[in-house]
C-alpha cells in the first residue's frame, strides 16, 4: 500500500499528467485566440481517427461542421470573454470525414497565465445525442398513435353525438328521452376515455398551457356538485360540499383544469361508494394581499384503497384492483392526471384511505385573488345570436368536404337549420374540382379522407390563382393533439374545429370568417355592445330544465312580474331602516338571479344579505341598491327583446 508521501511525490513530479491528460478518454486542445491547435492528446485519434499531433499547426474550425461555423465561432469568441465556460456543443469532423457530435468546457490560459489561448476539454456526446433523437422520434410516433387515435374514435363519437343532438329538437316521447340520454351519457363517457389519454400525452410533453381567467369559487363548486347531484341520487348516496367562507370568492387561474380535478376525483368517489355519501369541504386560507391558498377535500364511505397500493394510485394506468377495469370501467389514468394537474399549478395532492371504511384526497393550490372586473361569463344566448344573423346566413354559399356520411349528415343539418347555402364533398379530389369551378364563402375541410386528405386538398386550393384560391377553409379534425392548429395554418388553412363540436362552436367561425351581418335594425355595432355588456344567461335555465320552452317562458314572465317587487321591497327597507326585512329579501332573491346567470347581481344581494348593516354606512347600501335597480332595469329589457 502507498504511503502519504509517494502520493505527495508522485504529484510533486506531474507523473499524473500522463494519466490525466495523455491516457484520459477525454480530448484535450490547446488553441490560440484565432483558433490554430498547438496541441492536442492522443484521444483524437481514439474518438476521432486522426493521428497523433496530426491536427497540430491547423485551425480547430476547418474541421467544424461548415453550417454551424457561425454558430460555433460565436461561442468560441465569447469563451474569450470568460475565465471559464461549459457544454458548448459542435460537430467536429473524424478522419473518414464523418462528423462526431462533441461538447467542450474552455479554461482561459489569459486569466491564470496571461496567455492567448483556450484549453478545450472535449468529450463525445455522439451517444446522448442519439439517444435524445430516438426519444424524440418515439415521441413523435406516440403523438401521431395518439392523433390517429383520436380521429378513428372521436369521429364516430362525433357522429354519436351530433345525431342526439338533432334528435333532441325533433318531437319525441318521454321514452324516447330517455333512451336518447342514455345514449347521450355513453358518448360523453367514450370522450372523457379519450380525453384522459390525450390530456394524459399533452400534460408529459411540456405542451399544455393553463389559463389564468377570474372566476367565481363558490359558483363553480355550486355548479359542479348539482351535475353529480343526480348521480349520487341514483345510488342513493347523499353528496354535499361546505366552503368555509361566507362571501363569493373570485380568484384568478384555470377553471377547467380545477373542474377536471374535482370531476375525477368525485366521479371516482361516486363510482367506489355504495352506502353513506361524500363530503367535499373547501378551505380558504389568505397568505397576502394578494393570495389565497385554497384546500380542497373529497372524502367519501366507500371501499377504500389498501395501505400496500396507495404509494403507487396516482401513477399512469395504475388501479387498486386489477379486476377495478372489469367491474367500474375507466382508463386507470384519472387520478394520474388530476395529481400532474395539481402540480403544475405548484400545489400538492394526497391520499388518506382504509379499506371498507373511506378514502379521503386532499389537494392544495394557492390562486392569485381577483376582482368583479376579472370575471368572464358568457352572456348572450347562442340561439338568440344565431336568429340575429340568419338572415345574412342564408346569403353565404359553404362548401362542406367530409367523408364520413353521419357527420356529413349531422353538419348539413346545422347548415340548414340556420338557411346556408351549402354543398357537399366526400373527398379532398371532388373539393378542389368544385372550387375550381365555383366561389364559396368558406370552405369546411375534414382532414383525413380517401382519395385526397384536407392537407393535400388545401395546398392544391391556394394554389388556384385569383379570390377562389384564397377561400377561408376551417379544418374539420378528430385529432386533437396539441400544436395541430400550427401545424394547419402553415399549409393554408384559416382555422380549425374540433370534433366533435357544437353547433355555436361552427357559428361562431362563420362569424368569424365570412361577411355575416346582423338583420336589419340590429346594426353591428349595437350587436357588439350587447355581446361585451349583456347580463343574462339563460343556459343553466336551459340545462335545469332540458331546454323545455314553455317552462323557460313561464320563468322569464314571473322573474319580469317579481323583479319591479324586488326593486321597491328593497328602497322600501332601506328607507325604513328595515334591516331584517332587507336582508330577508336579499337572500329570498338569490336563487332567481342563479337562474338568468346574474352573477353580478348575486354577489351584491350576498352583500346586502352577509353584511352588518346596523353599523354599515347607509350610503353605501343605497348604492349597492342602485346598481340592482340600474342592472335589473336593464335585464328586464333584454328579456323582453328574447324571442321566446
Known sequence: MSTSKELKQYVKEERFYKAVVEDGADIIFVVNYLGEILYHNPSVEDTLGHPPSSLKGHNF??????????????????????????????????????????????????????????????????????????????????????????????????????????????E??????????????????????????????????????????????????????????FQANEKGIELEYELNHSHDIIILGDPVRLNQILINLISNAIKFTHEGGIQIKVECKEKDDKYIEIIFNVTDTGIGISQSKLSTIFESFSQADETVTRRFGGTGLGLSISKQLVELQNGSITVNSKENIGTTFTFKITYEKGTDIDLIQQRENIEVKINKYKKSLSKINVLLVEDNDINRLYVANVLKKWNCKFQIAENGLIATEKVKKESYDIVLMDVQMPVMDGIEATKIIRKIPGSKGKTPIIALTANVIKGDDEKYKAIGMDDYLSKPFQPQDL???????????????????????????????????KKMSGNDTDFINSMIEL??????????????????????????????????????????????????????????????????????????????????????
Not at 324586488?566 to 338571479?593: F, Q, R, Y
Request: hydrophobic fraction near 35%.
Open 61 to 170: 474550425f476547418d474541421y467544424i461542421k461548415p453550417e454551424t461555423q457561425v454558430d460555433l465561432k460565436a461561442k468560441f469568441f465569447d469563451c474569450i470573454n470568460k475565465p471559464y465556460a461549459e457544454s458548448i456543443e459542435f460537430r467536429f469532423r473524424k478522419n473518414d470525414n464523418t462528423y462526431s457530435y462533441l461538447e467542450f468546457n474552455s479554461v482561459n490560459l489569459k486569466h491564470k497565465e496571461g496567455l492567448d489561448g483556450l484549453i478545450l476539454d472535449c468529450r463525445d456526446i455522439t451517444q446522448r445525442i442519439k439517444d435524445a433523437e430516438e426519444l424524440l422520434r418515439a415521441q413523435k410516433t406516440k403523438e401521431q398513435f395518439l392523433a390517429n387515435m383520436s380521429h378513428e374514435i372521436r369521429t364516430p363519437i362525433n357522429g354519436i353525438a351530433g345525431m342526439v343532438t338533432l334528435l333532441f329538437e325533433t
Open 172 to 229: 319525441i316521447t318521454e321514452q324516447q328521452r330517455k333512451y336518447l340520454d342514455t345514449k347521450k351519457n355513453s358518448s360523453d363517457n367514450l370522450k372523457v376515455i379519450i380525453n384522459d389519454i390525450l390530456d394524459l400525452s399533452v400534460i408529459e410533453s411540456g405542451k399544455l398551457k393553463l389559463e389564468k381567467i377570474g372566476f367565481n369559487l363558490k359558483y363553480q363548486l355550486q355548479h359542479l356538485v348539482d351535475t353529480f347531484k
Open 559 to 644: 322573474f319580469l312580474e317579481q323583479s319591479p317587487i324586488l326593486i321597491d321591497s328593497l328602497k322600501l327597507h332601506l328607507k325604513n331602516k328595515n334591516w331584517i326585512e332587507l336582508k330577508k329579501t336579499a337572500h329570498k332573491s338569490k336563487p332567481s338571479m342563479t337562474f338568468f346567470g346574474l352573477l353580478k347581481l348575486k354577489d351584491i344581494l350576498s352583500e346586502l344579505e352577509n353584511s352588518d348593516l346596523d353599523t354599515t354606512d347607509t350610503s353605501k347600501v343605497s348604492d349597492l341598491i342602485s346598481i340592482v335597480e340600474k342592472d335589473l332595469k336593464n335585464v328586464i329589457e333584454e328579456l323582453k327583446a328574447l324571442p321566446l
Open 507 to 541: 357559428f361562431s367561425l362563420l362569424l368569424k370568417h365570412t361577411k355575416v351581418v346582423p338583420a336589419e335594425g340590429a346594426n353591428s355595432e349595437q350587436i357588439i355592445t350587447t355581446k361585451s355588456n349583456s347580463l343574462i344567461d339563460l343556459s343553466y335555465l
